[in-house]
Nanobody, 117 residues
């Protein structure tokens, strides 16, 4: 299983960024896909997950600012991030194989998102 995250970078506070994760080695359409993040010195935390049928769940800290989506034809999950804050700075990881309430077994390599002026 490979989860290849991309699209991270440096963005100013209040800006937007979309990151993506391309999956292979799994039946993508059958998997719950998620995004987690880990800031320096902190534990990895849930950002957003999306079920096979498109049900979405968000962390309170990003609800209303971030949007998770999936393209089953391209085996890709996206995270659109708006109104970014410095506290959103973290390495963002793609996750697969879990549920809306359970972390999956498969992890991508992460992509760095830095929010700074």
């Amino acid at each position: 299983v490979q989860l290849q995250a991309s699209g991270g970078g440096l963005v100013q506070p209040g800006g937007s960024l979309t990151i993506s994760c391309a999956a292979s080695g799994i039946i993508f359409r059958d998997n719950v896909m998620g995004w987690f993040r880990q800031a320096p010195g902190k534990q990895r935390e849930l950002v957003a997950v999306i079920s096979r049928g498109g049900i979405k769940r968000y962390a309170d800290s990003v609800s209303g600012r971030f949007a998770i989506s999936r393209d089953n034809g391209k085996n890709t999950v996206f995270l659109q991030m708006n109104s970014l804050k410095p506290e959103d700075t973290a390495v963002y990881y793609c996750n697969a194989g879990g549920s809306l309430t359970r972390v999956g077994s498969y992890w991508g390599q992460g992509t760095q998102v830095t929010v700074s002026s």
